[in-house]
């Protein structure tokens, strides 16, 4: 296993500790994700999927067009809308026209309905993973959701301030600098760079998040 300090000093020594330390993402408590309602959940969770191959401001600026056309994202009001109600959507101006997404959202409310019931609230069920399978967890949402897939499903934790790594860019470039992987990116080299996260997070007390962003931040842009 690689130790940790010299990627910390190479980050700092690059960017300085302050822009470090407000680069660390949020990362919410096991008590803060349940507390977290089943609504904003899949809010976020239709904007990663919207967001996706766009400009992630144009998609926000039209996001309050999408809270009032999905019934503020309520689960159950969302997962009962048929496609003849999605239908005229592709004319409303208010939103991404995009069908293939528009018609991921009831399909996505349907999804996070179902595992919000299995574990008492969808928050609980993200907080239900250890680190030791955050692969895992990412599987079960690419499987799970509609138009989740790639990178998309980290990206979706990131945003909810579940606690993650992601392989960005940079991440998999100082993932070959620092000797741990070989570029590669099948299952293989994806796990053994998923225990190097966990076991530095054991050793250093960090959030996975923020060791991955450190990480990031050791190699240049």
């Given amino acids: 296993m690689v130790p940790f300090d010299p990627i910390l000093a190479r980050a700092v020594e690059r960017h300085g500790e302050a822009a470090v330390n407000n680069a660390l993402p949020t990362v919410k408590s096991a008590e803060e994700l349940a507390a977290v309602p089943d609504d904003r959940y899949l809010s976020l969770l239709c904007l990663r999927v919207f967001r996706a191959g766009l400009k992630h401001s144009l998609v926000d600026q039209k ?24 239908e005229p959507l592709m004319g409303d ?11 991921s959202v009831p399909a996505n409310a349907a999804a ?18 250890p680190a030791e399978r955050t692969l895992e967890l990412w599987d079960a949402l690419s499987k799970r959701f509609t138009q989740l897939g790639g990178d998309s ?5 990131r945003m909810a301030g579940r606690d993650t790594f992601v392989f960005s860019p940079s991440v ?27 076991e530095w997070r054991r050793t250093t007390g960090r959030p996975l998040a923020h060791l991955s962003m450190i990480l990031a931040y050791s190699v240049p842009e």
Avoid: N, Y
């Avoid at 101006?93 to 018609?103: N, P, S």
């Avoid at 996070?112 to 993973?129: D, K, T, V, Y």
């Fill in 63 to 86: 996001w309050p067009g999408f809270e009032a056309v999905f019934h503020g994202f309520d689960p159950a009001a969302v997962a009962a809308m048929t496609e003849e109600e999605l």
């Fill in 93 to 103: 101006t208010r939103l991404i026209r995009h069908w293939g997404k528009l018609k």
């Fill in 112 to 129: 996070l309905r179902a595992i919000s019931a299995e574990a008492g609230g969808f928050g609980r069920w993200l907080a239900s993973f």
């Fill in 153 to 157: 499903a980290p990206r979706f934790l």
């Fill in 172 to 198: 998999e470039v100082a993932l070959v600098e620092w000797g741990i992987t070989d570029g590669g990116k099948g299952k293989a080299a994806r796990a053994g760079a998923a225990a190097q996260f966990v």
